[in-house]
């Protein structure tokens, strides 16, 4: 993946409160790259199981709602992210989706909420449903993962900016 215009990527999982925290903070100055923090890095899922609730409520925008289960099995909601981003709706699609898991409690392996998320950046459901099963959706993911290893990434969120990863 390359950034032509030299603006910082912010990779993230939908799968992460953490990420949620940080991506209402960054807003749109950076790309955003979804990543499945799960196939960057295995063990991520313990990582999140074991994340300090208390510290994601005390720094979350709103209120928080955890979703059940937590974490869910974010792989299909990472691919319309991919699918969003391709379609230039990430950062409206990611918000919304986030906003579903951690601020509505909803599981975002479950379809009905990723497409409620995608609905809200007018992201037609049919077309979300046909665009996560396309394979440049996974290749746009794949681009992801392929950057966060490139960098040496194994914990989300982090900025990349100049060849920096700045963990945030």
Not at 79 to 84: C, G, K, P, T
Not at 115 to 129: Q, T, V
Not at 145 to 164: F, Q, S
């Amino acid at each position: 993946m390359t950034n032509a215009d030299a603006r910082p990527v912010f990779l993230y999982d939908l799968a992460s409160p953490l990420c949620w925290v940080a991506a209402e903070e960054v807003g749109g100055g950076p790309v955003w790259q979804p990543v499945s923090l799960l196939e960057l890095n295995p063990e991520a899922h313990a990582a999140l199981r074991d994340v300090d609730r208390d510290e994601v409520a005390r720094r979350a925008p709103m209120p928080l709602r955890w979703p059940d289960p937590y974490p869910a099995d974010s792989l299909k909601a990472m691919l319309a992210a991919a699918f969003a981003k391709k379609a230039g709706r990430a950062i409206a699609f990611s918000l919304a989706a986030f906003r579903q898991a951690f601020a509505g409690g909803k599981d975002l392996g479950e379809p009905d909420n990723i497409l409620i998320a995608g609905a809200a950046c007018e992201l037609h459901p049919r077309a979300l449903l046909s665009g996560i099963e396309l394979r440049s959706t996974r290749g746009e993911l794949d681009a992801g993962n392929a950057l966060a290893r490139e960098h040496g990434v194994t914990d989300l969120p982090v900025l990349i900016e100049d060849g920096r990863v700045t963990a945030i």
